[in-house]
């Protein structure tokens, strides 16, 4: 993880404040990866749980750092050890929002934060503001204080920010540091009931955004309100609700405005890539790259969207595993098999948990299990005929986007 900082001067004041620290060198940019270390960068030093930044300290600073921070005593100078380097990174990111005079929106949920936010950055790009937003999978307690620091500090900026949660906390820290104009819940579900324990913690922790910010959306009492009738996505309802968040919030930037507008400038955006691309394949195939992430909620959903488009083939659903469900993963998996019945033609399973899925749903006709990415790729460009729609869904760790890649590149 590695940002350019845009705004040296202003960094370094707030650095040297935080650090008591007079005539600091200036800083070019910030990185947690002493192998992607940049003349003159801060390295953080971040102590986890398997690992220790300071075994790498000597490296980054031989490779070109200037300063770094951690938690353990080092004999050069340019070292600086504090308690813990997230939270004393939070801590200036704190100071840099407090003076920052410009509008910012944070956006959490358990789905669809990354479409939303770039549906919102879209639109306002488009009615001529000037935005930053988060970007990859900068949303955590360390990425997005680097992400605040890759922004300019110009009061005509609205920051866009996405924040990440895996454990209960996570979201009050965060926006208690950005402190947004506007807070947005995209949808409460159980994604991360691992580390959460309950989908109750999952609702505290999220809404928990709203203690924070001026303002507040919360996705799941917002009705879609859209129908976009030459939009590649018209049918995805998921996109529908997301972009209605996106109305919604943008409403206060655009000045008068209709959904008729907002439909003509959301016309070329694009979804961010594994959440719901279309592809056009030989004998009138699609498939469709839904494998950025997975949870219950999410794949019910996907499974909905597969289900409404029109073929005169079948509808086939590629399933891997859903990660970090806690104790009741196994119940997780079985119901994805009980909501497919009526919905898909097949279902193809792929892991040691979606077993459970494909042990479960033996009143779909075409129903298959696979351990083996290259057997799976293989048999699927074997099995598939004219006009059939593909949906791969999945967690990130599965790498189902190496799949559907596999098959693009080999059906015929």
């Not at 971040?46 to 300071?54: A, L, N, T, V, W």
């Not at 200037?66 to 939270?87: G, K, L, P």
């Not at 159980?190 to 928990?208: M, V």
Request: proline letters at 2%.
């Amino acid at each position: 993880m590695r940002i350019d900082i845009i705004e040296t001067d202003l960094f370094l004041s707030y650095l040297s404040d935080a650090l008591n620290r007079d005539n600091l060198s200036s800083i070019s940019g910030i990185t947690t990866d002493s192998r992607h270390v940049k003349e003159n960068d801060l390295f953080l030093a971040i102590k986890g749980e398997h690992f220790d930044g300071s075994d790498f300290i000597d490296e980054a600073l031989s490779n070109g750092a200037i300063y770094a921070i951690a938690q353990s005593v080092h004999e050069n100078d340019n070292v600086f050890t504090v308690d813990d380097v997230i939270e004393f990174i939070g801590k200036v990111c704190s100071e840099w929002m407090v003076n920052f005079n410009g509008k910012t929106i944070a956006i959490t949920g358990s789905n669809g934060k990354t479409t939303t936010k770039d549906l919102i950055s879209h639109i306002l790009i488009k009615n001529g503001h000037n935005v930053s937003k988060t970007e990859g999978n900068f949303n955590t307690s360390i990425g997005v204080p680097l992400t605040i620091f890759s922004f300019s500090n110009d009061p005509s900026q609205i920051y866009v920010l996405e924040l990440g949660a895996n454990q209960v906390g996570d979201i009050d820290y965060l926006s208690s540091i950005v402190k947004p104009d506007i807070g947005i819940v995209t949808n409460i579900s159980g994604a991360h009931l691992e580390g959460f324990g309950s989908i109750d913690n999952i609702r505290k922790e999220k809404k928990s955004i709203f203690n924070h910010s001026n303002k507040g959306y919360y996705g799941d009492e917002i009705e879609p309100s859209f129908t976009l009738s030459n939009h590649p996505l018209a049918n995805n309802k998921v996109f529908l609700k997301n972009a209605s968040i996106a109305y919604e919030v943008c409403k206060d930037f655009m000045g008068k405005s209709n959904q008729e507008e907002f439909s003509r400038m959301i016309e070329d955006f694009i979804l961010p890539k594994g959440r719901g691309q279309t592809y056009s394949l030989p004998r009138g195939i699609v498939l469709i790259d839904d494998t950025y992430n997975a949870n219950p909620e999410s794949v019910k959903a996907a499974i909905d969207n597969l289900a409404r488009y029109e073929t005169q083939g079948r509808r086939i659903f590629i399933f891997g595993d859903m990660k970090e469900l806690g104790e009741n993963e196994i119940d997780f998996h079985k119901e994805i098999a009980d909501y497919c019945e009526g919905k898909i033609d097949g279902i193809i399973c792929y892991g040691g948990l979606a077993e459970n899925t494909f042990n479960n749903s033996k009143s779909i006709p075409l129903r298959l299990h696979f351990d083996n990415k290259d057997a799976l790729v293989t048999e699927v460009c074997s099995l598939l005929e004219n006009d059939d729609i593909i949906m791969l869904k999945g967690s990130r760790s599965m790498e189902l986007d190496s799949v559907a890649e596999d098959i693009k590149n080999h059906v015929k």
